[in-house]
């Protein structure tokens, strides 16, 4: 069975500071991997996602992250936090070719201090 | 422009009371969702529909209800069998090759 897990579930960083968010992920099978982002009262927003291309996913708003398989894991990072970043996060997995059903993490809420 | 609508944003319930959230997709999405989101507990899958005129449950169906007579539609109605409904209610869909696309979501409530 799938599974994520999101290590901690409150982040918070100053301004201008790196961003680091954490995902670790359990499949059987080639996954394909998610971030989505969740600002209050509103649905989920996709940041990025990893369907078995390059390792090193680039997405909105300055997003990025890594898939490294030999650690099951998805971390996803901004080299600079802006105010604006201060939302929930979300990591995902799939099976691969189907990026229906997905298993969400527990999400991180990020807060980003002046 | 394409998206999800769901309505309405805010609804409460009364003891004993069947309510029905509404979900509309213009995306020309096969595949549908709910999900349930409580604070700390990220999404839960209630029921997804691949296809119409068929949807499977998912992790936490009981107390729910759905249809998927349209394509574009796929309402969930909250039973009173579910004794702890307040929650924010989320649809999505997705496309063949497509991560899925959320709406805005419904915020249920008991009166």
């Known amino acids: 069975a799938q599974s994520v897990t999101q290590l901690g579930s409150h982040v918070s960083v100053s301004e201008g500071a790196l961003v680091l968010l954490r995902c670790n992920y359990s499949s059987s099978v080639p996954p394909y991997l998610f971030w989505y982002v969740q600002y209050p009262n509103q649905g989920l927003q996709l940041l990025l996602k990893?369907?078995?291309?390059?390792?090193l996913v680039k997405g909105i708003n300055g997003f990025e992250a890594e898939f490294k398989k030999s650690e099951t894991s998805f971390h996803l990072t901004k080299p600079s936090a802006h105010m604006s970043d201060a939302a929930e996060y979300f990591c995902?997995?799939?099976?691969?070719?189907?990026?229906?059903?997905?298993?969400f993490g527990q999400g991180t809420t990020l807060q980003v201090k002046p | 422009d394409g998206g999800i609508t769901q309505s309405p944003k805010y609804l409460f319930r009364k003891e004993g009371q069947n309510v029905t959230l509404s979900c509309e997709q213009n995306?020309?999405?096969?595949?549908m969702y709910w999900y349930r989101q409580d604070p700390g507990q990220g999404l839960r899958l209630i029921y997804y529909?691949?296809?119409?005129?068929?949807?499977q449950k998912g992790d936490i169906a009981e107390g729910y209800s759905v249809s998927r007579e349209k394509k574009e539609s796929f309402p969930l109605t909250v039973t009173s069998a579910q004794k702890n409904p307040t929650a924010f209610y989320l649809c999505?869909?997705?496309?063949?090759?497509?991560?899925?696309?959320f709406g805005d979501g419904t915020r249920l409530s008991i009166l």
């Open positions: 995306l020309n999405h096969d595949a």
């Open positions: 529909s691949q296809i119409v005129n068929d949807f």
């Open positions: 990893y369907t078995s291309a390059a390792t």
């Open positions: 995902a997995v799939s099976e691969a070719g189907n990026t229906g059903k997905l298993i």
């Open positions: 999505a869909s997705s496309g063949y090759g497509t991560p899925q696309h």
